[in-house]
């Protein structure tokens, strides 16, 4: 038996992607989900199609069978399947598509992955306009207050997002420990050559000490002891597995000096806070770090935000040479949105300094602002929206 079909552990919640996912099946002959490792990717298709047949190509005998004989193997299935890990055999995407294109049926196929590398070239080779991507990240903080409602931001800072974690309730140290060996280490030996393990988790705990910086491959080669190219490499492999997340420079109309490299941020706070030796909320709310960790936990809540709806945010920073700065730009329909991201619960007038600056320096396109930061009050000054992101759960954070 090469296929199961799926009974759903009503325990697991149902992922606010789940309204686009349908509509993309509605659309689209194939829809392809990405992801990191454990972001429920499989979960969710199965529990969105239950009636569809589920193939996992990770286990060897499924994988052997659709490299051997892909014809044969896609023929068990005319109504189409779920097939998971698809960039464990990409070579079926062009069978695939001879399929949809002879029978014209819609929602066949759903296809999910977690590099997107390899999955992207292949798709762009074979299903374009053909299939639907959608992006899964871990559970949105909106989702997992279906499991507790009183969620503090650095409780949720040290535990992070990941699905079976909160699902089963597993040990964050061996869960972590055990994500990092199975998941990241071994995907990270099949897209490179790793030689040497240590310097790697050397590597990966730097990383997160930081959190928020600009990426300085001159600084981390000489901190691991490996070039500045093979840096390159290993953080285009983590961007690749969704363990890290690049925000680019806004520069664009502004005529003074600007910083041009990105800055890093982990898709999870979890994981970041487990390299970091955080084991608890008071040690993340204690932490030097603690600013750092709780801007990374709003820009990837503000990331969920469009993944879920099946867009991409064009999101950006903003520095000058003299340190002016915003935290995150959103682009819009030509319009600019700044947000500034403080993990201090007391609003001052410093919360919104750089998004005035930056108002004056970019021009008429942009927007007066917001501001997020730990307190539980909400309130306007300047224009500029003051609230806290966790407590008043946004829609969107884009102002029409």
């Known amino acids: 038996m090469i296929c199961k079909l799926f009974w759903y552990n009503i325990a697991m919640i149902k992922r606010n992607i789940t309204k686009e996912l349908k509509e993309a099946a509605s659309e689209y002959p194939v829809v392809t989900i990405i992801g990191p490792r454990q972001s429920g990717k499989t979960t969710l298709a199965q529990m969105t199609f239950p009636k569809k047949p589920y193939c996992s190509l990770e286990d060897p005998d499924t994988r052997l069978m659709a490299e051997n004989d892909p014809r044969g193997f896609l023929d068990n299935f005319p109504n189409g399947c779920v097939l998971d890990e698809i960039q464990r055999a990409p070579h079926m995407l062009s069978y695939i598509q001879g399929i949809v294109d002879q029978t014209k049926k819609i929602g066949m196929y759903i296809l999910t992955g977690s590099h997107q590398p390899k999955l992207h070239e292949a798709v762009s080779q074979s299903l374009a306009g053909r299939t639907a991507i959608l992006t899964l990240l871990p559970f949105s903080y909106k989702e997992l207050k279906k499991y507790k409602t009183d969620w503090s931001a650095f409780e949720l800072i040290y535990k992070g997002f990941f699905p079976r974690l909160h699902d089963k309730k597993l040990n964050l140290n061996r869960f972590f420990n055990s994500y990092l060996q199975t998941y990241v280490e071994r995907d990270v030996r099949m897209l490179i050559n790793l030689k040497d393990l240590d310097r790697f988790q050397r590597f990966l705990v730097l990383l997160a000490g930081r959190i928020g910086s600009i990426v300085n491959y001159a600084s981390l080669s000489n901190d691991v002891g490996v070039s500045a190219t093979t840096i390159k490499t290993w953080i285009g492999v983590l961007k690749s597995s969704y363990i890290l997340f690049e925000l680019p420079p806004f520069f664009e109309n502004i005529r003074k000096r600007v910083v041009k490299s990105p800055k890093i941020y982990f898709m999870d706070t979890g994981l970041a806070s487990f390299l970091l030796g955080i084991r608890s909320e008071q040690q993340a709310q ?46 819009q329909c030509r319009k600019l949105q700044p947000i500034e991201i403080k993990s201090g619960s007391t609003f001052t007038a410093d919360y919104i300094k750089g998004i005035k600056k930056f108002q004056k320096e970019a021009g008429k396109n942009v927007l007066p602002g917001k501001v997020f930061y730990n307190g539980k009050t909400s309130f306007m000054t300047n224009g500029i929206k003051i609230s806290n992101f966790l407590i008043h759960l946004p829609i969107s954070v884009f102002s029409d």
């Not at 709003?298 to 040479?321: A, T, V």
């Open 286 to 331: 204690r932490d030097p770090l603690c600013g750092a960790l709780y801007e990374n936990l709003i820009l990837i809540e503000i990331l969920k935000l469009y993944y879920n709806k099946g867009k991409r945010p064009e999101m950006y920073f903003y520095r000058d040479s003299i340190g002016n700065e915003v935290d995150c730009i959103i682009r």
